[in-house]
């Protein structure tokens, strides 16, 4: 009974936000960022807003060093005073410290470049958008080949998001009921005549990652992204990820 309620409550909120959404919408859709200098430090700080879905990252470079991420379905709020934009988390790297499941980060545009008085005033700036071949929100799916072994879908709380949009990419681990956040990464990437290519700008689990390349083999099937070749340990690897369907409507 527990798994059948908590799926319901999902497909639920994601109905409403994304309904919300649709009817609030203020912010084009697109990756924003905002680099600040301090002391010597450079801090990126990187929104990205897939229709319905919104990925706050930062992290240092020189040295690289990861901070944190969170990210979830949005809503936005008009009030007398300002616009919020309301987040529904579905992971958030400092849980366990702040155990922070919703945000509401006032907002605004000012012409191309998003305002966002949080912790601190950020004022981001759009990256030039691009498509590829893989470009939209993956889950991951299951080991291949595809044998018809059973997958892990949207209703499993356990979740392997990847989201590709304007040559970025980014994967995130975590559980929506414990909000266990398991890891994530991020850079850039290219995909063309099967090959996928990253580079990596930050890993939360090991900052000495960063910088590195890493090459695949991609083919898509339907709604199936199969992604083959070498782990970072050297050994055959072969996933299957799956488009989710409640982002990018």
Do not use: C
């Amino acid at each position: 009974m527990k798994k059948i309620h908590t799926k319901s409550k999902y497909i639920s909120v994601f109905l409403f936000f994304a309904i919300n959404l649709m009817i609030y919408g203020q912010i084009p859709l697109g990756i924003y960022t905002d680099t600040i200098e301090n002391n010597g430090s450079k801090t990126v700080h990187q929104v990205k807003i897939n229709d319905d879905f919104f990925i706050y990252n930062e992290y240092e470079i020189e040295p690289a060093k990861f901070i944190k991420t969170v990210g979830g379905f949005i809503q936005i709020e008009n009030t007398s005073s300002n616009t919020l934009l309301v987040v529904l988390l579905e992971f958030n790297s400092d849980f366990e410290n702040d155990a922070l499941r919703q945000l509401s980060i006032p907002i605004e545009m000012d012409g191309e470049k998003l305002k966002m008085n949080w912790f601190q005033q950020l004022t981001l700036a759009p990256i030039f958008p691009a498509t590829q071949d893989l470009d939209g929100a993956w889950l991951f799916a299951t080991r291949g080949p595809d044998t018809g072994q059973k997958r892990r879908g949207e209703e499993n709380t356990r979740k392997t998001l990847k989201l590709l949009m304007d040559n970025t990419f980014q994967w995130i681990a975590y559980d929506t009921e414990s909000f266990k956040f398991s890891g994530t990464g991020g850079g850039t990437y290219s995909a063309e005549n099967g090959i996928y290519k990253e580079q990596i700008e930050f890993f939360s689990k090991d900052n000495s990652r960063v910088g590195a390349q890493l090459e695949f083999n991609y083919k898509l099937e339907g709604d199936d992204w199969h992604h083959t070749g070498k782990n970072s340990k050297g050994e055959p690897m072969y996933e299957i990820w799956s488009k989710r369907i409640v982002m990018g409507l």
